[in-house]
């Protein structure tokens, strides 16, 4: 059975730093783009970072513009693990974070719809 399961939020002043994690279980996925979405209350769910496995090559790693320069998303293929390094947090950070993963490494990295497997979520609250 295959599972992605989240951990590491939690309640963080502005400008702080968390990093979140996601263990994958019940298989490989080394070669699957692993991407970090979020949802906040009574918004629908947003894309935050993607990690590919690119053209068979090289990874690379693709953010959202909000984040962009604040978090960082690194994988741990021996541990079959992906994390969410997040600096400089602010109060619109704020949401359920999800790690997913896509089998077939789709271009549309951004979009919910093309991921197949989810997490539960784990909550990070940045107060101001």
């Known amino acids: 059975q295959v599972q992605l399961v989240e951990s590491g939020g939690g309640l963080v002043q502005a400008g702080g730093s968390l990093r979140l994690s996601c263990a994958a279980s019940?298989?490989?996925?080394?070669?699957?783009?692993m991407g970090w979405f979020r949802q906040a209350p009574g918004k629908e769910r947003e894309f935050v970072a993607a990690?590919?496995?690119?053209?068979?090559?090289?990874?690379?790693?693709n953010y959202a513009d909000s984040v962009k320069g604040r978090f960082n998303i690194y994988r741990d293929n021996a541990k079959n693990t992906v994390a969410l390094h997040m600096t400089s947090l602010k109060p619109e950070d704020s949401a359920v974070y999800y790690c997913?993963?896509?089998?077939?490494?789709?271009?549309?990295?951004?979009?919910?719809?093309?991921?197949?497997?989810w997490g539960q979520g784990t909550q990070v609250t940045v107060s101001s």
């Open positions: 997913a993963a896509d089998l077939g490494n789709s271009a549309d990295y951004y979009s919910t719809d093309v991921y197949d497997y």
């Open positions: 019940g298989r490989s996925f080394s070669s699957a783009t």
């Open positions: 990690h590919r496995w690119n053209r068979g090559i090289v990874y690379r790693a």
